[in-house]
């Protein structure tokens, strides 16, 4: 077999990898457009019932209350939008482990680093793309459905989808030196995350988002009582490399090292 990369070669098997992985991918669409519902139908009610309280005690205008409320569900939502990223990818080699469709995979007539990538492109940038629309989705049945549970005589909430694509803008454009340093500091855990979850989608297969979830609330614990500026950015990304090579390492020499034997 050729072990040049091949464009072409890499296009078939990334074709083949979403037909084979379709309903997969429409089960985490479905979990992440059911988080969005949840959460901005969570943040607006919160909002609508404490309409009256600002409006009479912090003087707040309803402009600046509907304004508020859009920032903070674009902001939750983009928050949640992250964590599925990073349980996303921990499905992206989830069938490895499995007899039958461990070897179809490891048949497919392309490079490891072709169907490695293929994989990562499924998981990762279609997967973002998938969550974006699931988001809008969301946010457009939410529109329909909250007036059942607000008067819409009392308060009415826009579209947040402008506030969550501000939200996007504001984790890739930095505007000074501190947000810069800000940015370091969430971009640091999201890649860590990330390729853990790449990580553990080789190593352990389907428990892998189970892990991944343990672990994500353990560091979430430990870094909210540190330094966000300090060392640790430095080292988590040094980390992000070495399980990012670790995970291509581990699916190269696949099954040689594999723990589980599941059966289909």
């Not at 949840?38 to 607006?44: G, L, R, S």
Request: hydrophobic share 60%; proline share 2%; aromatic share 20%.
């Amino acid at each position: 077999m050729n072990i040049q990369f091949s464009f072409c070669r890499f296009w078939h098997v990334l074709v083949w990898t979403l037909v084979y992985h379709w309903r997969q991918l429409l089960t985490l669409f479905s979990a992440a457009f059911v988080t969005f519902v949840a959460v901005e139908i969570i943040e607006f009610i919160q909002a609508s019932n404490d309409y009256a309280k600002w409006f009479l005690f912090d003087h707040k205008s309803q402009e600046t209350i509907v304004s508020d409320a859009l920032h903070t569900a674009g902001n939750s939502c983009m928050s949640f939008l992250a964590v599925l990223m990073c349980v996303g990818a921990a499905f992206a080699f989830y069938n490895l482990h499995r007899k039958n469709e461990g070897r179809r995979l490891l048949m497919l007539p392309a490079t490891n680093l072709e169907k490695f990538l293929a994989r990562w492109v499924v998981y990762v940038p279609v997967l973002l793309v998938l969550y974006v629309v699931a988001f809008m989705v969301s946010d457009l049945l939410r529109m329909a459905i909250l007036p059942v549970f607000v008067s819409s005589e009392k308060i009415s909430f826009p579209t947040a989808i402008p506030e969550f694509f501000g939200g996007m803008k504001y984790l890739v454009v930095w505007t000074s030196t501190l947000h810069f340093y800000k940015l370091l500091a969430l971009w640091r855990k999201f890649w860590f995350f990330h390729a853990l979850s790449l990580f553990s989608s080789v190593w352990i297969g389907r428990w892998a988002w189970l892990f991944v979830t343990m672990v994500f609330f353990a560091v979430t614990a430990l870094l909210l009582r540190g330094n966000y500026l300090g060392w640790d950015v430095a080292v988590l990304y040094l980390l992000a490399v070495v399980l990012a090579v670790a995970a291509y390492w581990l699916f190269c020499r696949f099954p040689k090292y594999k723990l589980f034997h599941n059966k289909d």
